[in-house]
């Protein structure tokens, strides 16, 4: 198998050859210094999950059990940039408001850290590893994810018997090895059509995704692969797939083969892409139109999604996470005691356009709770006239829900400022001329940090007369559904204290804004 040397490998292998590995280890978190954590510094997300302390990437295991959604992510327990990584761990009960608990999968030092993979729920105790009561329940949790060593990448399990407070390494480790440096980042489900385990991993730097299946996941049997086009660039990494019905016609099911692509994404870096298609257990066949690359956002701080597992069969939804950064400069981002943080979560579902199918995303309903007061609504037409810039003296604030319904009308441009203060300034737009929507972060606060950071950020709509905006602004990123979720464009700003003003403008011409709604959203962590 051709390989490629890349700079991602260069980033996993340069941890050991600097030899970081044989420091000491902490990985106990204390409850104690969890409780006296305050989640209120400068740019803290309020409604977004961040670590107490020190460096985050992905989101690992999402998985709902007994009342809990569990959270594990990429963390490294010693310091603020990447490295030692082991699974982070956080429980909620609705997705939004979680609770720290310690490290749950440790690196093993000198031999191994542990990568990104997936948990599921083993009902049945397929695995054997099960330890419950049985009559009563005979279920247990079970986390796949890569044992990262040198030159080796392979896939291990853990197992947990107490709702994933404590996890033991299986004895018969690895549970699949195809002896190569870039096989990761595993994501396991229950194919029910099939009535068997499949495992999803990728050979990062081929840029190839791998289908493996077993029935008691100790036991893996390759059986396909998916390969990307030849013009296809960077690495792939943090896979899933998952089936969806179009439109919500049961009748009328496509697979979602995700990859997450380092580099290569449309605002530049790291970005997620998928695929839409037919899996029929061991191959996966892509529907998409020759010429069209599906994007899952177009800002550029969206990757490494992970879709939950074993959400209960009444709520049917699908729900994914995406961590909120972009390796051009995650270990650069100017939040001292913590680094990194995750998006909310998002339902997807597949809809049906005149080019073809694709995900949309929507915050999950669950975030109607996040609101703590009205600030503004406004119905009806208000026009903005040419040029016109108006302060929404009432509104400021630095976590926000915005709706609102815009026309731009005659107007060149139409949208709103955001963190407004002085100088600073991020801009939210939709150009009529070019039928785009726009994030512009080049004014919005600390930006000079990484040479990759600033810039302006756009996607292309189906239509732009009308345009349907959902904002959800923290205090250091921009979440923006455009449109019912056709488009998504995730960001992370850094303005200054203060700089919390929020205008509506209308350039070269009348815009109008039919409805605006603003919400003061509170915080999660108190
Ligand atoms: C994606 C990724 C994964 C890997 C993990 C390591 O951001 O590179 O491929 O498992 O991060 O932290």
């Known amino acids: 198998m051709a390989r490629r040397s890349s700079p991602k490998l260069a980033r996993h292998r340069g941890v050991w050859d600097r030899g970081i590995f044989c420091a000491p280890l902490f990985l106990v978190i204390a409850p104690a210094l969890l409780a006296q954590q305050t989640y209120n510094e400068p740019w803290r997300p309020q409604f977004h999950f961040t670590p107490p302390k020190n460096f985050m990437n992905d989101p690992n295991g999402l998985v709902y059990y007994q009342g809990e959604y569990h959270l594990f992510y990429q963390y490294n327990p010693q310091g603020t940039e990447w490295g030692h990584m082991s699974w982070g761990h956080a429980i909620s009960t609705d997705m939004l408001h979680w609770k720290n608990l310690p490290v749950a999968i440790p690196e093993v030092p000198g031999q191994y850290m542990i990568y990104s993979g997936s948990a599921i729920v083993d009902w049945h105790n397929a695995s054997g590893l099960c330890a419950g009561d049985r009559a009563a329940d005979p279920s247990c949790l079970i986390a796949i994810y890569t044992a990262a060593?040198?030159?080796?990448?392979?896939?291990?399990?853990a197992f947990s018997n107490n709702r994933g407070r404590t996890w033991t390494n299986y004895e018969g480790n690895p549970i699949a090895d195809l002896k190569q440096p870039d096989f990761r980042d595993p994501k396991v489900f229950w194919d029910e059509a099939r009535k068997k385990w499949v495992m999803v991993a990728v050979l990062a730097d081929e840029r190839k995704a791998v289908f493996f299946d077993s029935q008691d996941l100790k036991t893996w049997v390759l059986r396909g692969s998916f390969e990307a086009a030849a013009q296809e660039k960077g690495q792939w990494e943090c896979p899933d797939l998952f089936e969806l019905a179009v439109d919500g016609n049961p009748?009328?099911?496509?697979?979602?083969?995700?990859?997450?692509?380092?580099?290569?994404?449309p605002a530049g870096g790291t970005g997620t892409r998928y695929f839409v298609g037919s899996f029929d257990g061991t191959h996966f066949v892509d529907e998409t139109p020759a010429g069209r690359e599906l994007w899952a956002d177009y800002g550029k701080d969206f990757y490494a999604t992970n879709s939950f597992s074993d959400l209960p069969p009444q709520d049917g939804r699908r729900i994914w996470m995406g961590w909120i950064s972009n390796w051009q400069y995650a270990n650069r981002e100017p939040t001292a005691a913590w680094r990194g943080a995750q998006s909310l979560p998002r339902e997807l579902s597949l809809r049906q356009f005149p080019d073809g199918i694709a995900l949309v995303q929507k915050p999950i309903a669950e975030t109607i709770r996040l609101r703590e007061r009205e600030l503004l609504e406004l119905s009806g037409v208000s026009v903005l006239m040419a040029s016109e810039a108006v302060r929404m003296a009432s509104l400021r604030g630095e976590t926000l829900e915005i709706e609102a319904q815009l026309a731009p009308g005659d107007a060149k441009e139409i949208g709103f400022r955001l963190r407004k203060g002085g100088a600073e300034e991020t801009v939210l737009g939709i150009s009529s001329t070019t039928r785009e929507v726009f994030v512009d972060r080049t004014r919005s606060g600390q930006v000079a940090f990484a040479p990759e950071f600033s810039g302006r950020h756009k996607a292309v709509l189906r239509q732009s007369s009308l345009v349907k905006l959902h904002v959800f602004l923290d205090r250091s990123s921009l979440e923006v559904f455009v449109n019912d979720g056709q488009v998504v464009l995730t960001e992370r700003i850094y303005p200054?204290?203060?700089?919390?003003?929020?205008?509506?403008?209308?350039d070269a011409g009348k815009g109008k804004v039919l409805s605006l709604t603003v919400w003061k959203l509170g915080s999660v962590w108190r």
């Open 251 to 265: 009748k009328n099911k496509k697979w979602v083969l995700v990859v997450n692509r380092n580099p290569g994404a």
């Open 149 to 157: 060593g040198t030159d080796s990448q392979k896939q291990h399990l």
């Open 496 to 506: 200054s204290p203060g700089s919390d003003g929020i205008e509506l403008y209308s």
